[in-house]
Protein backbone atom coordinates (compact mmCIF):
# COMPACT_ATOMS: atom_id res chain seq x y z
CA UNK A 1 0.00 0.00 0.00
CA UNK A 2 1.43 3.54 -0.89
CA UNK A 3 -0.92 5.68 0.47
CA UNK A 4 -3.75 6.34 2.57
CA UNK A 5 -6.03 9.62 2.27
CA UNK A 6 -8.57 11.13 4.12
CA UNK A 7 -11.10 10.26 2.19
CA UNK A 8 -10.96 6.67 3.50
CA UNK A 9 -9.21 5.93 -0.10
CA UNK A 10 -6.01 3.13 -0.19
CA UNK A 11 -3.60 2.83 -3.48
CA UNK A 12 -1.69 -0.24 -4.64
CA UNK A 13 0.97 -0.78 -7.25
CA UNK A 14 -0.12 -3.33 -9.38
CA UNK A 15 2.93 -5.12 -8.78
CA UNK A 16 2.52 -5.01 -4.95
CA UNK A 17 -0.78 -7.00 -6.01
CA UNK A 18 1.25 -10.31 -7.76
CA UNK A 19 3.79 -12.58 -7.26
CA UNK A 20 2.57 -14.31 -3.91
CA UNK A 21 4.56 -17.76 -4.80
CA UNK A 22 1.28 -19.62 -4.79
CA UNK A 23 -0.39 -17.91 -1.47
CA UNK A 24 -3.31 -16.82 -3.88
CA UNK A 25 -5.74 -18.37 -6.39
CA UNK A 26 -8.34 -17.54 -8.72
CA UNK A 27 -11.52 -19.46 -9.34
CA UNK A 28 -14.01 -18.22 -12.05
CA UNK A 29 -16.78 -19.74 -13.68
CA UNK A 30 -16.52 -21.91 -16.40
CA UNK A 31 -19.19 -19.82 -18.78
CA UNK A 32 -16.97 -17.03 -18.11
CA UNK A 33 -14.21 -18.05 -19.94
CA UNK A 34 -16.32 -19.80 -22.76
CA UNK A 35 -18.46 -16.61 -22.97
CA UNK A 36 -15.01 -14.72 -23.73
CA UNK A 37 -13.70 -17.14 -26.01
CA UNK A 38 -16.73 -16.84 -28.04
CA UNK A 39 -16.70 -12.99 -28.41
CA UNK A 40 -17.06 -12.18 -32.13
CA UNK A 41 -15.80 -8.09 -31.56
CA UNK A 42 -14.70 -5.74 -29.25
CA UNK A 43 -17.84 -4.75 -27.81
CA UNK A 44 -18.68 -8.37 -27.17
CA UNK A 45 -15.82 -8.93 -25.27
CA UNK A 46 -16.46 -5.52 -23.39
CA UNK A 47 -20.22 -6.76 -22.55
CA UNK A 48 -19.04 -9.94 -21.37
CA UNK A 49 -16.62 -8.77 -19.13
CA UNK A 50 -18.93 -6.17 -17.36
CA UNK A 51 -21.95 -8.63 -16.73
CA UNK A 52 -19.47 -11.38 -15.72
CA UNK A 53 -17.18 -9.20 -13.25
CA UNK A 54 -20.30 -7.89 -11.57
CA UNK A 55 -21.10 -11.85 -11.20
CA UNK A 56 -17.67 -12.57 -9.86
CA UNK A 57 -17.79 -10.14 -7.06
CA UNK A 58 -21.38 -9.75 -6.18
CA UNK A 59 -21.24 -6.15 -7.34
CA UNK A 60 -24.21 -3.66 -7.80
CA UNK A 61 -21.78 -2.00 -10.56
CA UNK A 62 -19.36 -2.94 -13.12
CA UNK A 63 -17.88 -0.79 -15.72
CA UNK A 64 -15.11 -0.67 -18.15
CA UNK A 65 -13.37 2.52 -19.67
CA UNK A 66 -10.84 2.60 -22.38
CA UNK A 67 -8.93 5.48 -23.56
CA UNK A 68 -11.23 7.87 -26.06
CA UNK A 69 -9.00 10.99 -26.17
CA UNK A 70 -5.63 12.54 -24.82
CA UNK A 71 -8.16 13.96 -22.11
CA UNK A 72 -10.67 11.85 -21.79
CA UNK A 73 -11.85 8.08 -21.07
CA UNK A 74 -15.15 6.42 -22.41
CA UNK A 75 -17.50 4.19 -21.08
CA UNK A 76 -17.56 0.90 -23.32
CA UNK A 77 -20.10 -1.21 -21.01
CA UNK A 78 -21.76 -1.19 -17.78
CA UNK A 79 -23.60 -4.22 -15.35
CA UNK A 80 -25.79 -2.98 -12.87
CA UNK A 81 -26.41 0.62 -11.49
CA UNK A 82 -26.13 2.99 -14.38
CA UNK A 83 -25.53 6.21 -12.02
CA UNK A 84 -22.78 7.22 -14.75
CA UNK A 85 -24.37 6.84 -18.25
CA UNK A 86 -23.00 5.46 -21.20
CA UNK A 87 -22.97 8.71 -23.05
CA UNK A 88 -20.81 10.81 -20.33
CA UNK A 89 -17.50 11.64 -21.39
CA UNK A 90 -15.00 10.49 -18.50
CA UNK A 91 -12.31 13.80 -17.98
CA UNK A 92 -8.72 12.16 -16.80
CA UNK A 93 -8.02 14.91 -14.88
CA UNK A 94 -11.47 15.72 -12.68
CA UNK A 95 -12.36 11.72 -11.61
CA UNK A 96 -11.42 9.21 -10.16
CA UNK A 97 -11.72 6.61 -12.40
CA UNK A 98 -9.22 9.06 -14.77
CA UNK A 99 -6.53 9.18 -11.66
CA UNK A 100 -6.85 5.35 -11.77
CA UNK A 101 -5.53 5.40 -15.47
CA UNK A 102 -3.31 8.19 -15.23
CA UNK A 103 -1.02 6.68 -12.36
CA UNK A 104 -1.56 2.87 -13.08
CA UNK A 105 -2.65 2.43 -9.55
CA UNK A 106 -5.32 0.28 -8.18
CA UNK A 107 -7.56 2.71 -5.90
CA UNK A 108 -9.77 1.33 -3.57
CA UNK A 109 -12.95 4.36 -1.90
CA UNK A 110 -14.21 2.88 0.91
CA UNK A 111 -16.27 5.75 1.24
CA UNK A 112 -18.12 7.29 -1.71
CA UNK A 113 -19.78 10.41 0.04
CA UNK A 114 -16.30 11.69 1.29
CA UNK A 115 -14.68 12.33 -2.19
CA UNK A 116 -14.94 15.30 -3.95
CA UNK A 117 -14.28 13.71 -7.35
CA UNK A 118 -16.94 14.03 -10.03
CA UNK A 119 -17.48 10.02 -10.69
CA UNK A 120 -17.56 9.11 -7.13
CA UNK A 121 -20.18 11.72 -6.44
CA UNK A 122 -22.22 10.64 -9.21
CA UNK A 123 -22.06 7.09 -7.67
CA UNK A 124 -22.67 7.94 -4.32
CA UNK A 125 -25.80 10.49 -5.26
CA UNK A 126 -27.20 7.05 -6.94
CA UNK A 127 -27.25 4.75 -3.91
CA UNK A 128 -23.30 3.20 -4.30
CA UNK A 129 -21.53 3.40 -0.85
CA UNK A 130 -17.84 2.21 -2.11
CA UNK A 131 -15.89 1.18 -5.09
CA UNK A 132 -12.30 -0.36 -6.30
CA UNK A 133 -11.10 0.14 -10.18
CA UNK A 134 -7.94 -1.12 -11.51
CA UNK A 135 -6.18 -0.08 -14.28
CA UNK A 136 -6.00 -2.20 -17.32
CA UNK A 137 -2.34 -2.65 -18.16
CA UNK A 138 -0.54 -4.43 -21.36
CA UNK A 139 3.42 -3.88 -22.27
CA UNK A 140 3.35 -1.28 -19.66
CA UNK A 141 0.39 0.86 -20.87
CA UNK A 142 -2.79 1.48 -19.27
CA UNK A 143 -5.42 1.12 -21.98
CA UNK A 144 -8.20 1.48 -19.93
CA UNK A 145 -10.00 0.57 -16.32
CA UNK A 146 -12.30 -2.12 -14.44
CA UNK A 147 -14.32 -0.73 -12.54
CA UNK A 148 -16.28 -2.18 -9.23
CA UNK A 149 -19.01 -0.39 -6.97
CA UNK A 150 -21.05 -1.94 -4.30
CA UNK A 151 -23.97 -0.16 -1.94
CA UNK A 152 -21.91 -0.80 1.24
CA UNK A 153 -19.05 1.23 2.58
CA UNK A 154 -15.69 0.06 3.63
CA UNK A 155 -16.69 -3.27 1.53
CA UNK A 156 -13.51 -4.35 -0.56
CA UNK A 157 -11.12 -6.21 0.45
CA UNK A 158 -7.03 -6.70 -0.32
CA UNK A 159 -7.94 -10.25 -1.72
CA UNK A 160 -10.31 -8.60 -3.62
CA UNK A 161 -7.71 -6.00 -4.61
CA UNK A 162 -5.51 -9.09 -5.99
CA UNK A 163 -8.69 -10.96 -7.87
CA UNK A 164 -9.69 -7.58 -9.74
CA UNK A 165 -5.99 -6.43 -10.57
CA UNK A 166 -5.24 -10.00 -11.34
CA UNK A 167 -8.48 -9.88 -14.22
CA UNK A 168 -7.57 -6.34 -15.40
CA UNK A 169 -4.34 -7.28 -16.59
CA UNK A 170 -5.30 -10.78 -18.31
CA UNK A 171 -8.58 -8.83 -19.47
CA UNK A 172 -6.20 -5.86 -21.17
CA UNK A 173 -4.78 -8.37 -23.37
CA UNK A 174 -7.89 -10.11 -24.55
CA UNK A 175 -9.12 -6.21 -25.27
CA UNK A 176 -5.74 -5.36 -26.88
CA UNK A 177 -5.62 -8.12 -28.99
CA UNK A 178 -9.20 -7.05 -30.48
CA UNK A 179 -8.00 -3.59 -30.90
CA UNK A 180 -5.44 -5.06 -32.61
CA UNK A 181 -7.60 -7.03 -35.18
CA UNK A 182 -9.81 -4.02 -35.08
CA UNK A 183 -7.04 -1.61 -36.51
CA UNK A 184 -5.99 -4.23 -39.17
CA UNK A 185 -9.40 -4.36 -40.10
CA UNK A 186 -9.84 -0.91 -40.69
CA UNK A 187 -6.43 -0.94 -42.38
CA UNK A 188 -7.10 -3.39 -44.96
CA UNK A 189 -10.59 -1.34 -46.12
CA UNK A 190 -8.58 2.34 -45.95
CA UNK A 191 -7.54 4.20 -48.22
CA UNK A 192 -4.41 5.62 -46.10
CA UNK A 193 -3.84 8.64 -48.27
CA UNK A 194 -7.98 9.90 -47.97
CA UNK A 195 -9.09 7.86 -45.75
CA UNK A 196 -11.86 6.38 -47.93
CA UNK A 197 -12.21 3.02 -48.49
CA UNK A 198 -10.48 1.31 -50.88
CA UNK A 199 -10.95 -0.46 -54.17
CA UNK A 200 -11.65 -4.00 -52.67
CA UNK A 201 -14.60 -2.49 -50.09
CA UNK A 202 -15.75 -0.85 -53.24
CA UNK A 203 -16.11 -4.40 -54.83
CA UNK A 204 -17.38 -5.95 -51.47
CA UNK A 205 -19.91 -2.82 -51.38
CA UNK A 206 -21.57 -2.75 -54.97
CA UNK A 207 -21.72 -6.65 -54.89
CA UNK A 208 -23.67 -6.15 -51.49
CA UNK A 209 -25.91 -3.15 -52.98
CA UNK A 210 -26.41 -5.44 -56.45
CA UNK A 211 -27.85 -8.37 -53.93
CA UNK A 212 -30.29 -5.59 -52.22
CA UNK A 213 -31.63 -4.76 -55.53
CA UNK A 214 -31.76 -8.26 -56.67
CA UNK A 215 -33.72 -9.04 -53.96
CA UNK A 216 -35.83 -5.58 -52.85
CA UNK A 217 -35.64 -4.03 -55.99
CA UNK A 218 -34.09 -0.77 -54.02
CA UNK A 219 -31.83 0.83 -57.53
CA UNK A 220 -29.31 2.52 -57.44
CA UNK A 221 -26.59 4.55 -59.12
CA UNK A 222 -22.81 4.20 -59.35
CA UNK A 223 -20.31 6.94 -60.47
CA UNK A 224 -16.84 7.09 -61.28
CA UNK A 225 -14.85 10.44 -60.71
CA UNK A 226 -11.76 11.27 -62.42
CA UNK A 227 -9.47 14.66 -61.30
CA UNK A 228 -8.58 15.95 -64.64
CA UNK A 229 -4.91 16.70 -65.47
CA UNK A 230 -4.25 15.01 -62.31
CA UNK A 231 -0.35 13.79 -63.82
CA UNK A 232 0.05 17.68 -65.12
CA UNK A 233 -0.65 19.56 -61.60
CA UNK A 234 1.65 16.84 -60.19
CA UNK A 235 4.14 17.42 -62.36
CA UNK A 236 4.05 21.43 -61.95
CA UNK A 237 3.37 21.33 -57.92
CA UNK A 238 4.94 18.22 -57.10
CA UNK A 239 3.63 14.89 -55.58
CA UNK A 240 2.69 16.29 -52.36
CA UNK A 241 0.77 18.88 -53.64
CA UNK A 242 -1.49 15.99 -55.21
CA UNK A 243 -1.47 14.28 -52.50
CA UNK A 244 -3.04 17.09 -50.26
CA UNK A 245 -6.07 18.24 -53.34
CA UNK A 246 -6.88 14.60 -53.00
CA UNK A 247 -7.26 14.86 -48.86
CA UNK A 248 -9.01 18.01 -49.55
CA UNK A 249 -11.21 17.37 -52.55
CA UNK A 250 -12.67 14.27 -50.25
CA UNK A 251 -13.56 16.14 -47.96
CA UNK A 252 -15.77 18.16 -49.97
CA UNK A 253 -17.00 15.43 -51.75
CA UNK A 254 -17.98 14.03 -48.01
CA UNK A 255 -19.74 17.03 -47.02
CA UNK A 256 -21.95 16.66 -50.38
CA UNK A 257 -22.99 13.26 -49.68
CA UNK A 258 -25.70 11.76 -47.75
CA UNK A 259 -25.20 9.54 -45.01
CA UNK A 260 -26.15 6.54 -46.74
CA UNK A 261 -23.85 7.11 -49.85
CA UNK A 262 -20.63 5.47 -50.12
CA UNK A 263 -16.88 6.69 -51.42
CA UNK A 264 -14.06 4.94 -52.41
CA UNK A 265 -10.59 5.61 -53.62
CA UNK A 266 -10.16 3.08 -56.42
CA UNK A 267 -7.21 4.14 -58.43
CA UNK A 268 -4.54 7.19 -58.52
CA UNK A 269 -7.12 10.04 -58.65
CA UNK A 270 -10.02 7.99 -59.58
CA UNK A 271 -12.84 7.48 -56.69
CA UNK A 272 -16.03 5.36 -57.29
CA UNK A 273 -19.55 6.79 -55.46
CA UNK A 274 -22.47 4.71 -54.79
CA UNK A 275 -25.58 6.16 -54.54
CA UNK A 276 -28.47 3.82 -53.30
CA UNK A 277 -32.41 4.26 -53.94
CA UNK A 278 -31.02 7.39 -56.26
CA UNK A 279 -31.74 7.51 -59.86
CA UNK A 280 -32.01 9.92 -62.68
CA UNK A 281 -32.68 13.68 -61.71
CA UNK A 282 -32.05 13.05 -57.98
CA UNK A 283 -29.08 11.40 -58.53
CA UNK A 284 -27.48 13.59 -61.63
CA UNK A 285 -28.30 16.61 -58.98
CA UNK A 286 -25.76 15.59 -56.28
CA UNK A 287 -22.80 14.91 -59.02
CA UNK A 288 -23.49 18.38 -60.39
CA UNK A 289 -22.93 19.65 -57.17
CA UNK A 290 -20.34 17.63 -56.40
CA UNK A 291 -18.55 18.32 -60.04
CA UNK A 292 -19.75 22.41 -59.75
CA UNK A 293 -18.26 22.14 -56.08
CA UNK A 294 -14.98 20.94 -57.39
CA UNK A 295 -14.48 23.44 -60.25
CA UNK A 296 -14.93 26.14 -57.29
CA UNK A 297 -12.32 25.22 -54.83
CA UNK A 298 -9.11 27.05 -54.39
CA UNK A 299 -6.26 24.85 -52.71
CA UNK A 300 -4.09 26.99 -50.93
CA UNK A 301 -1.08 25.52 -50.95
CA UNK A 302 3.03 26.42 -50.40
CA UNK A 303 1.77 30.32 -51.72
CA UNK A 304 -0.04 28.40 -54.30
CA UNK A 305 -3.58 28.67 -54.96
CA UNK A 306 -4.45 25.30 -57.03
CA UNK A 307 -7.89 25.16 -59.09
CA UNK A 308 -8.29 21.26 -60.78
CA UNK A 309 -11.68 20.18 -62.06
CA UNK A 310 -13.13 16.65 -62.39
CA UNK A 311 -15.20 14.56 -65.12
CA UNK A 312 -17.84 11.88 -63.63
CA UNK A 313 -19.09 9.21 -65.33
CA UNK A 314 -23.14 7.73 -64.22
CA UNK A 315 -24.79 4.95 -64.60
CA UNK A 316 -27.21 3.43 -62.78
CA UNK A 317 -29.03 -0.51 -62.36
CA UNK A 318 -31.00 -1.86 -64.70
CA UNK A 319 -33.39 -4.79 -64.94
CA UNK A 320 -30.78 -6.38 -67.29
CA UNK A 321 -27.88 -6.13 -65.00
CA UNK A 322 -27.23 -9.35 -63.56
CA UNK A 323 -23.83 -8.17 -61.48
CA UNK A 324 -22.57 -5.05 -60.32
CA UNK A 325 -19.66 -4.88 -62.50
CA UNK A 326 -22.33 -4.53 -65.16
CA UNK A 327 -23.30 -0.77 -63.67
CA UNK A 328 -19.45 0.08 -62.95
CA UNK A 329 -18.51 -0.63 -66.69
CA UNK A 330 -20.86 1.39 -68.18
CA UNK A 331 -19.76 4.17 -65.46
CA UNK A 332 -16.30 3.80 -66.50
CA UNK A 333 -17.06 3.82 -70.44
CA UNK A 334 -19.94 7.21 -69.41
CA UNK A 335 -16.53 8.66 -67.51
CA UNK A 336 -14.42 8.20 -70.68
CA UNK A 337 -16.89 9.89 -73.03
CA UNK A 338 -17.11 13.07 -70.38
CA UNK A 339 -13.15 13.06 -71.13
CA UNK A 340 -13.70 13.02 -74.57
CA UNK A 341 -16.42 15.83 -74.73
CA UNK A 342 -13.90 18.27 -72.89
CA UNK A 343 -13.39 17.04 -69.36
CA UNK A 344 -15.32 18.74 -66.17
CA UNK A 345 -18.36 17.66 -66.90
CA UNK A 346 -20.74 14.56 -65.96
CA UNK A 347 -21.57 12.14 -68.94
CA UNK A 348 -24.83 9.57 -67.97
CA UNK A 349 -24.95 6.19 -69.64
CA UNK A 350 -27.58 5.21 -71.61
Known amino acids: MIKKKETSERSFDPNQLSGFDGAHSIQLPVDFIHDLSKASSL ?22 TLQDTEDYLKLYSISGNHAIPMDFKIPIGQTFVGRVFAESQLIICDDLSLSDELDCQMLSEHGMGSCMDAPMIHNDICIGTLNVADVRKHHYTLQQAILLQTLAKWLALNIKLHLQVQEMAILASTDELTGTFNRRVFVQESHQTMLHFSKSRVPFSIGILDID ?32 DFLARIGGEEFAIILPACLGNEAMRIFRRICSTIEAMEVSYEQEILCFTVSIG ?37
Open 229 to 260: HFKQLNDCYGHTAGDYVLKKMVKKIRSILRDE
Open 43 to 64: QVVLDTIAYWISYVFDADRASI
Open 314 to 350: VAEVGKQDTDAEDVFKRADKALYCAKEAGRNRIHFAN
